[in-house]
Structure formats: structure tokens, C-alpha cells
């Protein structure tokens, strides 16, 4: 992988939390990832220089944006310095200019600045609205009239806020390839701020999962959804099947654990006995099993009778919400082609594994943990 290019290391105290926020970023799309009011737009405005941070400091390369620290002369360059692009969720475009005179606001004093500014508008496709008001356009004609301007001063990092939250389907996969377009084009530094996990999916080449103002987890998309290595990272990601279980036994091969009656062997991870542990397990890692058939290797462990306790198809799957022998529920989900020969509507009852290479153990506090529901997901 290429030397990072981007350095963000800041802390800022607010009002809900301490924001003490560490990144590095390469040329590429990177998506901060996580609840409203987790500290990603924060983020977005000290690097644009929008707001100044207690300490800390922030670079592109050798050329500091920010610094301050003890033991040196603070820096804080103005934004207009900066080379930073920056796409607000609401587009703020003026409204008393055409979609041209926004985009060549900040070339005013260049030569060949509407010329500039058309040839961008034409790079967004929206070169037949050169002259029309922000009022006369679409959201998603506003949003790309937004990007085109955030271009238009050559920046090296272009910044974007919940860009693709007002936005409809195909507007919003529309400005999906354009982002990816112009990152891959112009080879910029790309931060997009998101709480929506397929514009993560269908735009990110990395993903950071922020959460009360701290990165949790940086990776592929596909990575951390997949395997989220902390339980606050799991939960801001919508990992389903999260549940707490109480470690019994320890050995070089497994973990034996308790989840509230029912005990489950998992893989080995470090561990003492006693201690509470998330846990959890992909909906398409439970296995329904055939009633006449042997089980092999992979299924044998934690076996368990389950109750089917709703059924649902979409998309080309089957989704089932079974209920556990001890009162919890988990969510299976499998092709609608899998498991023909078996009964699977409602109130029947099944017998499922629990793989013990599926089971996951998580790092991190567990006291929030629903009950009986899976955690609300993808």
C-alpha cells in the first residue's frame, strides 16, 4: 500500500464528548463511518479548516495544515490556503447565482474562469444548465453543481458531507460513479462523511468506523463489515446476531461459553474464565440441517432446536427469525433456492447449527446489549 498521504490527529472538546480522532489517508475514497453526532462532519470541517482543534495536527505530505502541540509554535493555515474542496450536505450554492457563476465564484480573479467553470459543469454533465438558478435544478443537479465547485480551485482533498442523503436511487448511483471517477481521474485525497451503509459499499476503497468522536476500526468496506474487530465497532456497522455470553472454559483449541443457558463452543481467543464477551454470528452462517442426513466436521457443534418465528423473502433470500431454547432470537438468512425439501414457515420447529468457526468473539463493553432481538443491520 502507498505511503499515506492525508495525517489527521486532532482532539477538540465538545459538549456530548471529547473528539481524539487519528487517520491516515492515501489517494483514495475513504468513508468515515457512523452515527449523527459521532464527530465525522468535526472532522471534515478542522481538516477543511473550518474549525480550529485544542492540539494535535493535521498534514497533507510535508505540508502541515495544523499543528499544535507543547513543544512547537502552533500553525493553523487559513482555509483558503489549504487546497481543500469541500461539499456541504445542503449543497450551500448561492441561490441569487447560476449554476455557472457558483462554480466560478472562487476563480472571480482568474482569467478564463467561466471557461474553467463550464468545463467542469460539463466533466458533472450539467453543461446545459450553465445559466439556470439553484432554484431551477434538482437535488441531485444542485449536489453535482456543489461538487464541480468544490473542484474548481484544483484542491488535493475534496470533502464531502452526507453528499447522497436528499438524494434518489438512481441520482444517488449516478454521483456514486462520478465520485469514483473524479477520485480516480485527478488521483485526490476523498473523505466522505456517511451513516448509510450501501453508499459506504458502493463508494468507499476503505471505511472508518467513528463513534463518540474516536475511530474504531479502519479497513476494506467488505473487511469491517465482515469482521468488525470491537463491539462498538460491530454495533455502529449493524451487525445482527450481537449477544453477550460468559466464558466457562478456556483451552488452546476453543472457548466454551454461556449465553444466558444455552452453551456454544467457539474458536480459540484470548480469554478468562468468568469474563463477559460479545459474540455474534453472521445470518448467513446458520445452518438449517437436514433431519435424515449426518452431520459433517464444520456443523457438529452447537446444535440446537429452534423455533421459526417469522419468514420473510426478498431480493433472493429467505430471511427467518428463530427463537433459541433460551429465549433469544437470531436471524438466519440463505438463498430462497437453499433448503427446498424442508418446512420453514413460521411456528415450525427446526434444527439449526451454530458454527463454531462463525461464532466471532469481540473486544470491547457489552452492558448496552439488546436482549432477545438482533441488532438492527444491513
Same mark, same amino acid.
Given at each position: 500500500m502507498e505511503e499515506p498521504v492525508l495525517h489527521v490527529d486532532l482532539e477538540k472538546s465538545l459538549d456530548a464528548f471529547d473528539l481524539r480522532l487519528r487517520l491516515e489517508v492515501n489517494h483514495e475514497i475513504m468513508v468515515l463511518f457512523g452515527p449523527s453526532g459521532a464527530g465525522?462532519?468535526?472532522?471534515?470541517?478542522?481538516?477543511?479548516? +473550518?474549525?480550529?482543534?485544542?492540539?494535535?495536527?493535521?498534514?497533507?505530505?510535508?505540508?502541515?495544515?495544523?499543528?499544535?502541540?507543547?513543544? =512547537?509554535?502552533?500553525?493553523?493555515?487559513?482555509?483558503?490556503? !489549504? !487546497?481543500?474542496?469541500?461539499?456541504?450536505?445542503?449543497?450551500?450554492?448561492?441561490?441569487?447565482? &447560476?449554476?455557472?457563476?457558483?462554480?466560478?465564484?472562487?476563480?472571480?480573479?482568474?482569467?478564463?474562469?467561466?471557461?474553467?467553470?463550464? #468545463?467542469?459543469?460539463?466533466?458533472?454533465?450539467?453543461?446545459? +444548465?450553465?445559466?439556470?438558478?439553484?432554484?431551477?435544478?434538482?437535488?441531485?443537479?444542485?449536489?453535482?453543481?456543489?461538487?464541480?465547485? #468544490?473542484?474548481?480551485?484544483e484542491p488535493q482533498i475534496l470533502l464531502l458531507d452526507e453528499p447522497f442523503s436528499a438524494l434518489d436511487a438512481a441520482t444517488r448511483e449516478r454521483l456514486h460513479r462520478d465520485l469514483r471517477r473524479l477520485q480516480r481521474e485527478l488521483g485526490l485525497v476523498v473523505l466522505v462523511v456517511t451513516h448509510n451503509l450501501e453508499d459506504a459499499f458502493a463508494?468507499?476503497?476503505? +471505511?472508518?468506523?467513528v463513534r463518540d468522536g474516536e475511530v474504531h476500526q479502519v479497513g476494506s468496506v467488505e473487511e469491517v463489515f465482515r469482521r468488525p474487530t470491537s463491539f462498538h465497532a460491530a454495533e455502529t456497522m449493524g451487525v445482527r446476531n450481537l449477544f453477550q455470553a460468559q466464558v466457562k472454559a478456556v483451552s488452546a483449541e476453543a472457548l466454551m461459553v454461556d449465553w444466558e443457558g444455552l452453551t456454544l463452543e467457539t474458536p480459540?481467543?484470548?480469554? &478468562?474464565?468468568?469474563?463477559?464477551?460479545?459474540?455474534?454470528?453472521?445470518?448467513?452462517?446458520?445452518?438449517m440441517l437436514y433431519p435424515d442426513r449426518g452431520l459433517s466436521e464444520g456443523l457438529k457443534h452447537?446444535?440446537?432446536?429452534?423455533?421459526?418465528?417469522?419468514?420473510?423473502?426478498?431480493?433472493?433470500?429467505?430471511?427467518?427469525?428463530?427463537?433459541?431454547?433460551?429465549?433469544?432470537?437470531?436471524? =438466519?438468512?440463505?438463498?430462497?433456492? =437453499?433448503?427446498?425439501?424442508?418446512? +420453514?414457515?413460521?411456528?415450525?420447529?427446526? !434444527?439449526?447449527?451454530? !458454527?463454531?468457526?462463525?461464532?466471532?468473539?469481540?473486544?470491547?463493553?457489552v452492558a448496552s446489549l439488546a436482549r432477545t432481538t438482533p441488532a438492527p443491520g444491513r
Open positions: 465525522k462532519s468535526m472532522t471534515l470541517r478542522s481538516i477543511a479548516g +473550518l474549525v480550529t482543534p485544542d492540539a494535535g495536527e493535521i498534514r497533507l505530505g510535508e505540508h502541515v495544515f495544523f499543528s499544535r502541540h507543547r513543544s =512547537a509554535p502552533p500553525v493553523n493555515l487559513p482555509a483558503r490556503k !489549504r !487546497r481543500v474542496g469541500f461539499v456541504f450536505q445542503h449543497y450551500a450554492l448561492f441561490p441569487h447565482m &447560476t449554476a455557472v457563476e457558483n462554480v466560478a465564484y472562487s476563480m472571480w480573479r482568474r482569467s478564463g474562469a467561466r471557461e474553467r467553470a463550464v #468545463a467542469l459543469l460539463e466533466s458533472m454533465r450539467l453543461q446545459h +444548465l450553465a445559466d439556470r438558478y439553484p432554484r431551477e435544478m434538482s437535488g441531485g443537479q444542485q449536489q453535482r453543481v456543489a461538487v464541480a465547485r #468544490a473542484l474548481a480551485s463508494v468507499g476503497d476503505r +471505511l472508518a468506523v480459540a481467543h484470548a480469554a &478468562t474464565v468468568g469474563e463477559d464477551l460479545p459474540v455474534y454470528i453472521r445470518p448467513e452462517d446458520i445452518k452447537n446444535v440446537v432446536e429452534a423455533l421459526v418465528v417469522s419468514a420473510s423473502a426478498s431480493s433472493g433470500f429467505r430471511v427467518l427469525h428463530l427463537e433459541l431454547p433460551n429465549g433469544h432470537e437470531l436471524e =438466519a438468512r440463505f438463498p430462497l433456492y =437453499a433448503y427446498g425439501p424442508l418446512e +420453514l414457515d413460521a411456528g415450525r420447529w427446526v !434444527r439449526v447449527s451454530l !458454527r463454531k468457526e462463525s461464532l466471532v468473539v469481540l473486544h470491547g463493553p
